[in-house]
């Protein structure tokens, strides 16, 4: 207990904003975690084979990919505040789409909906940046976005016992009820309008040093690792390969949440004030041993732990952004963050299809496949990412 309260201990210095996000976060993604283990089991419920079930998380991820670069703009002509709220109201009716659907393509406006709801990303991450503290700003992204994973964390449980009783299809309703009073939640938010140097912003902000587009490639690469296995495909491996029913399946999506909740708070802060490339290589090696024991482990009580180190392959995005939003000065607030989120999107687009193919033709494949490209990115991140001063804003004219 006083483990878990000294890495909590960071929410007293946070702004009362921010408090306010995390929570409301906090709940829209445990109403996400009463299901979002066992998706793929729903669509193969509905008669969704392996590469079908690629295809309809690549249409998902890609709406919200398209969404991102739109988002920005936004998030630099209008109130971040309306943003958020707007963004969250998008998710409110998805579940009732998804309790109506009866096959997998059924689900397919619904995940639009949701994915395209994600456009208050670059919003979120300028409103974060904003608030936080400008010399410990990974900390405050980590703080902040530690609510996704541990809204995660009791939510899988929740879901497992709901499914002695339910079946998957039931637990929308207990998602509608959540995602509406996390909506309400952000109301209390203070206006953020947009600074002069944001609205007169151009439309699509590149980058322009070697350092980020060292980070747009990590964030890429990133998010293609991860998606290859997980979240389509590693509920189908552990059904498949270890014969686990949906109740725990669904049960040891608290493993993976319990380890992104805890690398995503102890990695923020460690990248604060150590060098942050070597820190993240570090995890990333963890995060590789993780998804190979998951392939290698042979009962579920080896899984266990394998899932939790797999758990923390997003940690080091929180890091990546963190570090974008001091690199270079005089650049929009927003503007830095809608062209990598697209390009990690697209990243997730790219690795849910690769995904699919190599699930159907070798279930291990996927595991494998995500454990060396996560070996590549901690070489990368080792090598090439490091904390630096932003440049001058001569350079960004």
């Known amino acids: 207990m006083m483990r878990w309260m000294g890495i909590l201990s960071w929410s007293r210095s946070l702004p009362r904003d921010l408090r306010l996000l995390f929570f409301s976060l906090f709940l829209w993604t445990f109403g996400l975690g009463i299901y979002n283990y066992v998706w793929s089991l729903y669509l193969t419920k509905l008669n969704a084979n392996p590469e079908q079930v690629g295809l309809v998380s690549s249409i998902g991820f890609f709406a919200a990919a398209i969404s991102m670069i739109p988002g920005g703009i936004l998030a630099n002509k209008y109130d971040n505040r309306s943003l958020l709220i707007i963004g969250w109201a998008m998710s409110i009716p998805v579940p009732i789409l998804f309790y109506f659907s009866r096959t997998w393509s059924d689900v397919i406006p619904g995940l639009i909906i949701l994915q395209l709801s994600a456009f208050n990303v670059p919003a979120m991450n300028a409103f974060i940046s904003a608030l936080g503290d400008q010399k410990r700003m990974s900390s405050a992204f980590g703080a902040v976005y530690s609510a996704f994973p541990l809204g995660l964390v009791l939510s899988p449980a929740v879901g497992s016992l709901l499914l002695t009783w339910l079946s998957i299809r039931d637990l929308f309703w207990f998602t509608l009820a959540l995602w509406t009073v996390s909506t309400i939640i952000l109301f209390p938010l203070k206006r953020q309008p947009p600074r002069e140097v944001d609205s007169k912003a151009p439309l699509l902000e590149l980058p322009r040093s070697s350092r980020e587009l060292t980070i747009l490639a990590f964030l890429f690469g990133g998010a293609v690792a991860f998606s290859i296995t997980s979240p389509s495909f590693l509920p189908l491996f552990l059904q498949d390969q ?156």
């Open 242 to 397: 270890l014969h686990l029913t949906d109740a725990q399946i669904q049960l040891l999506g608290t493993a993976q949440s319990l380890g992104s909740a805890i690398f995503a708070i102890l990695l923020g802060r460690w990248a604060a004030t150590r060098n942050p490339g070597s820190t993240i290589a570090k995890e990333l090696m963890l995060v590789a041993g993780g998804a190979l024991g998951i392939a290698l482990a042979g009962s579920p009580l080896l899984v266990v732990p394998m899932v939790f180190l797999l758990g923390g392959a997003h940690a080091s995005s929180y890091v990546a952004y963190s570090l974008l939003s001091n690199m270079r000065e005089g650049k929009s607030r927003a503007g830095q963050f809608g062209f990598y989120l697209t390009f990690e999107q697209l990243g997730l687009v790219v690795g849910s299809l690769i995904g699919g193919f190599l699930y159907a033709s070798n279930h291990t494949s996927v595991l494998i496949t995500t454990s060396v490209l996560f070996v590549l990115l901690a070489a990368l991140a080792g090598f090439r990412i490091r904390r630096g001063a932003a440049t001058s804003r001569v350079h960004t004219k």
